[in-house]
């Protein structure tokens, strides 16, 4: 069980579009260029629509595609940052099979309750969807759920057996910030970035491919905070139609 913060504020967070600025505090959103209807490489790329937000194209695959590089980054600071134990990481990729959350109807919209948050401090971590046979109006969608640190602070949080522990650099609940995702858009959470465990929204299961580093010790690869309840994200209009 994850230690328990002291207090949590009461906040309501109505969802904002994934967009590569607005999520820049956070890590990377990482959405194609390009739009779907586009069926074949351009001739000339200078017709391409430009992008302030992702790097400029080179043709790929004998001309038969476009290579956008490098599009996120992917980090390791287990030895940079010097890890308690010592113990040296390694790539790793692992799927997520991601199930739909159960939203509660609260004054005439569904919302879904934070109450968890955790952070991989040495590594950068992204989910990448990988099922996009359902585009269109049935598309996964997912809530992206994040929070800056409160840089130099420290909390001391409760454990399970009642003792108690200290988190440092701990999360800014009243700051927190959700985004709405589509099957067609991927997240790089920054080193130590706060943030919820995946939330899938809708009737379908959402399998992601996730790319960090790790070293297998547990507190080191993930760390998490509870708190208690008072922080909801709320869906309402054509979002909650759809659910």
């Known amino acids: 069980m994850a230690p328990i913060l002291p207090s949590t504020p009461s906040l309501h967070l109505t969802p904002e579009p994934l ?8 890590g990377t959103a990482i959405i194609p260029p390009i739009p779907r209807t586009l069926t074949a490489a351009p ?8 992008q302030h937000h992702a790097p400029a194209p080179a043709l790929a695959n004998q001309s038969s595609a476009l290579k956008y590089s490098p599009i996120s980054p992917v980090l390791d600071e287990y030895a940079s940052r010097k890890c308690a134990s010592g ?37 950068t971590q992204t989910f990448t969807p990988i099922d996009l046979s359902a585009a269109g109006e049935d598309e996964p969608k997912f809530l992206v759920i994040v929070a800056p640190s409160l840089k130099g602070e420290t909390v001391t949080a409760t ?7 200290t988190i440092r650099d701990p999360p800014d609940l009243k700051n927190m910030k959700a985004f709405l995702a589509t099957g067609g858009q991927a997240v790089t959470y920054g080193v130590g970035t706060w943030h919820a465990p ?6 379908r299961r959402v399998d992601f491919v996730v790319v960090q580093f790790a070293n297998g010790v547990d507190e080191e690869d993930c760390q ?5 309840e008072g922080i909801v ?3 309402k209009g054509g979002e909650r139609a759809k659910l």
């Open 19 to 26: 967009t590569p600025s607005a999520f820049a505090p956070f």
């Open 43 to 50: 001739a000339d790329l200078s017709s391409l629509p430009a």
């Open 233 to 235: 994200v709320g869906l």
């Open 159 to 165: 454990t399970a057996g009642g003792g108690s522990v």
């Open 198 to 203: 995946m939330v899938v929204l809708g009737g």
């Open 87 to 123: 113990k040296a990481s390694a790539a790793r990729m692992s799927m997520f099979a991601c199930f739909p959350r159960t939203l509660r109807a609260a004054q005439g919209e569904k919302v879904f309750d934070v109450r968890i948050l955790e952070r991989h401090p040495f590594t």
């Open 224 to 228: 998490e905070a509870e708190f208690g």
